[in-house]
């Protein structure tokens, strides 16, 4: 097992160093470099011009002007010391940004995931148990519609109708700014009730595929034998689904469940731009207009890291979930 | 059957769902509309306006956007201001230009106080330009190549000599920011003094509250503020996804809209719309150092009589936009000259002179000349593909052939910086700026410290004695009505040679609501009302 553990940890950090190489060389690879402003990009923008010398002395203060080798190492190694660089455009360590900006993209992200394993996984386990009656078929066909749309225009058509039109959410932001909470649960609720839209609307975008999953592992569970046996013992409907049945089907929805982890930031950055939501999203964005290389490495190693870290998470709860895949490591060391 | 049956269903359901929220949001804006009209309120205890992050508000690390800009310098006072008409005393109660522009003698207001109580005096001015000459601020206006000394003359005055007399030394003096000197004389790295005294001005705000992940900023009127009272008590600015949906939902106090909405807000009386100055524009680039045949005036000419403007103005800008004068300064600018020549969309003229050239065989629809040289031309545009096509489709009619090559705007930029291309059209503001720019961007003398910004670019390939040595006289002459004998007379000659073409010049639209707060103005040469100091202050 450990041996089995030690190569994956291997592979992880091959990986990341692949990772960060490229995002090192993409950006670099683009053409004009971040203190060249020859045209404003938004009708009636200002900005203020930087002289030739001005260009070259920044250029020279961030070590941009150096061989382009000499900074990847100088970057590999402060990397190893945990230091993710200095933003260009922000002025401020990249990696207290990201920090500040991650808790919001996280807690997006977390209670997507939550909320859309536990409603697919219930309505998917409901399904299956009526399979082919039209319970199951209208869940379905809704389900098969709604997974296809992506969630940054969900998210659009909430903020149209319940936000704009109906007034019950807010359009923008992550809580009410500037005001004064009496007490600590208002503040909760104030934030709560601005998560609300974004995260429905990564919800319903992932549920489709969580309803689905979960239909088809069960309907292969409740085929089996010993679902049989339950239901000729006589025991209640939903002891056998949630307690029998649902347990061992319950492997491949967890593996998705980290898996889609990490596909989840990518569509939580779409919908936080449609929230002005302060999360890694519009970060990602604005790092990539201004060619902001630390800010772009840091960002898009933060969001590989997570993903890698949800992948390896997967691997071992699955391999505690069912004894059978450790066993099967062991066998082919 | 069944499955069909409940398919239906479900789509139907779908159907209906879209629709009748659809409907919803269309019944929420009428109802918002249903107030009372009234008159235009002078003082406002909140005014909310979209924010977005543009750093810390010192004049070191807030960030080079416009908005950052604007919004320290509620912060921090100048020895002058922008009004509707040019520049008033502020922090300087009065100036003197001795010596022909050589030096400038500024007599510092009396009562001004720092946000933290202390006083202003002359020390703190001398210092301000001293440590300005040495850390150079974000929009600095100022560099050791023009000043030659600092003086404290008595108790209230601050004398400057520069190297050189100029007529931007005074905006460019003026402008700078004063920075209390018990503050920043301990400070060796301004850009990373991010501390609660790094916000200590004189202006008439104070900053409260920062979040840069949230984009927010709080500015609360200075109690002791020296000048005129602040008619707005608290300013926040906080992140909008959607700024029209903000500002009907009464979010935000204020919006650019863009033409297509316009009748929303025009039918509602209690919305006001104003028109932006025009200083934002396209323009288009002759790479007169590559392509030779370019130096011909009567060529670049002949493009400005085949482009039609209002149709492009039309097409693109869905009307919101006025011609570009060949004169290169817009007509909202201050020393606009309207005698200069114009180029009316005139495609005959443009053949003729074409014909002149010696372009006047057709071969397949493009001019070759009796060498077989085509009039065929590659045009590199970032973002603005439409403009191009329209571009392309009218100097086609006269038989110009252009292949329109489309990058993305750093790209663009790029190549322009490295002249690698034939035509370029770029995009920018500052047309309102001082008409120096005219020299920095025309003028083929070389001069020290060029900056390299949208409206200052070396310009390789062109050169006019006569223009140069108008545009090399107007920066030094200090009578300001001479000088703008001299800018005018620069517009003729560049209305005629034609170095490049100002395509038009975007003008936007502002929707506020009076009844809320009515004291917003424009400066002379801005195209944002939120933006001006003046707007949150008494006027007389």
Redesign the interface.
Known sequence: MKGLRGAKLGEYLLTILVVVTLNFLLPRA????PF??????E?????????????EQYLEFYGLNKPVVSQYFSYLSELCRGNLGFSL????PVSS?IL??LV?TIFLVLAAVLFSTLIGVALGCISAWYREK?VD??LY??MI?ISEIPAFLLGL?L???L?????LFP?????T??ADYRHWWDKAYDILHHAFLPVTALVIARLGGMYLLSRNSMTTVLAKDYIRTAQAKGLQKKRIIYRHALKNALLPIVTRIFLSIGGMVGGAILVE????Y?GLGLLMRQSVMY?DYPLIQGIFLVVTIFVLIANFTADLVYGKLDPRVGQLGVAEK | MPKKRSLTLVISLLVLLTFSCGLLYGCKIDKAKETSKTEGKKTADVIKLAGGDYGYLTPYAHYPRGPGIFKMRLIFDSLLERDEKGYINWLAEKYEIKENGKQYLFTIRDGVKWHDGKPLTAEDVKFSFEYAIKHPMVSSTISEKDIEKVEEVGDRQVMVTVKKPSAVMLSNLGTSRIIPKHIWEKVDNPKEFLDKEAVIGCGPYVLTDYSKEHGTYRLEAFKDYWGPKQRVKVIEFIPVSEGILAFEQGEVDMTGVTPDVLQRFEKDPDCKIVKAPAFWGYRMLFNMGETAVFQEKELRQAFCYAMDKQDMIDKVQRGAGVPGCAGILPPDHVMYNSKAKQYDHNPKQAEELLVKLGYDKLENGVRVNSKGEKLSFNLLVGGEVRLAEIIKEHLGKVGIEVTVQSVDGKTRDARVQDNKYQLAITGHGGWGNDADYLRERFSSEKKAGGGISPNLMRFKGYSNPELSELLEKQFETIDENERKKQIFKAQELLAEDVPEIPIYYTTGYTVYKPAKYDGWMFMFDHHSLEHSKLSYLERN
Do not use: C
């Open positions: 683009m053409p004009g470099d060249l402003f020859l045209s404003g990009e009708a009636g923008d200002i900005i203020v011009p930087y002289s030739e010398e001005q260009r455009y922000y002025n401020a940004i500040n900006r919001w039209w078929k209208s066909t809704l519609t058509v903020l149209f109708t936000a704009a039109g109906l007034g359009l923008s932001g992550a809580m700014h500037f731009n449609v929230f002005a302060p060619h």
